[in-house]
């Protein structure tokens, strides 16, 4: 099968490359997709897509003409490719499902630390020479509450680790694991009872209709002043503008972020030399109480070997006339 993958980065490409065990041809090209750069897929079968790339109705139809037919995505959110319209036009999508829930919760934790230990404040004062401590100070994690919203793959794995810290678990899910109940002695509460509850909130859902903003003006009012904010799952599950306004203010203490709710255009770019045009983004980045990293949750070598083997596995099943474990329909 004559594959084009989108969004190529020289790090990723020896992973995949070792999944796909010269099976298939495959181009690469830096690109992202959008109504662009859709005709570079003229005569590819199957185009594999990450989490910045644009699958919306207008990129699906011109690809459509083109002679694609499957699509591919490298992650396990697809919130960029317009679901039904891709059922309709006549497409094949898989994800990459939990391709390592670890990666994305130990970066989580790292987060967690960093902020509350002001590890980036304390190792940018030492490049200056200057060792005080005024700054510096954070919070035992152990015996504090943890709101842990979406107890999924990610969820299970930052439950175990938390638990590990001594924290008091409090979660929120459509669909309660009773077995962390009996293991970690979790609490299942409202979203709401979490946000007025809880020391540290970490979010671990996917971006849809109904989580979209799910973090807005009326939860942040009801959190604690010193509460902080973790969020590894997706930027516009946060409305940012509202979060901006409790953060300036000191009703929330701190928020750690590996995601935000416009990242196309600058995340996985170097913007050094340009710098950057979204003025809130910029506000964000100025705060004190912020720490944002560049979605790079994924980025372990598991990470990246079980992403690459996911993706050809779904290739593969194409290939051979069969339907893949993770398509995103019957």
């Not at 939860?219 to 010193?226: A, E, Q």
């Amino acid at each position: 099968m004559k594959i084009l993958l989108y969004s190529a980065k020289n790090f990723e490409i020896p992973f995949l490359e070792r999944a796909n065990k010269k099976e298939h041809k495959i181009a690469y090209t830096r690109d992202a997709l959008d109504s662009e750069t859709a005709i570079q897929a003229v005569g590819f079968e199957a185009i594999v897509l990450f989490s910045g790339d644009d699958a919306s109705l207008i990129v699906l139809e011109k690809l459509w003409e083109l002679g694609v037919r499957y699509i591919a995505l490298r992650s396990a959110g697809y919130n960029n490719v317009q679901i039904e319209a891709a059922k309709r036009i006549g497409f094949k999508v898989a994800n990459a499902p939990d391709y390592s829930p670890y990666a994305i919760a130990e970066h989580a934790v790292a987060l967690l630390l960093a902020l509350n230990r002001k590890v980036v404040l304390a190792a940018n004062q030492g490049q200056a020479y200057d060792f005080t401590q005024d700054k510096l100070i954070g919070f035992d994690l152990n015996e504090k509450t943890i709101g842990i919203i979406g107890t999924g793959g990610i969820g299970k794995v930052m439950i175990k680790i938390m638990a590990g810290f001594g924290c008091k678990i409090l979660a929120h899910d459509l669909y309660p694991d009773n077995s962390l109940v009996d293991k970690y002695g979790v609490t299942y509460k409202t979203f709401r009872e979490i946000c007025s509850e809880a020391n540290i909130i970490s979010l671990h859902i996917p971006l849809t209709q109904d989580t979209h903003y799910l973090i807005d003006k009326t939860l942040l009012d009801l959190m604690k002043k010193d509460v902080l904010l973790v969020n590894t799952a997706r930027g516009a599950v946060v409305k940012t503008k509202d979060l901006i306004k409790h953060l300036e203010t000191n009703t929330a203490a701190g928020y750690a972020t590996d995601v935000y709710e416009t990242e196309k255009g600058v995340f996985f770019l170097d913007n050094s030399k340009t710098g950057i045009q979204d003025s809130q983004l910029q506000k964000l980045l100025s705060l004190p109480n912020v720490l944002l990293t560049p979605h790079q949750g994924y980025l372990t070598k598991e990470a990246l070997t079980n992403i690459g083997e996911i993706t050809f596995y779904n290739i593969d099943c194409w290939a051979m006339g069969k339907k893949s474990s993770n398509e995103l329909w019957d």
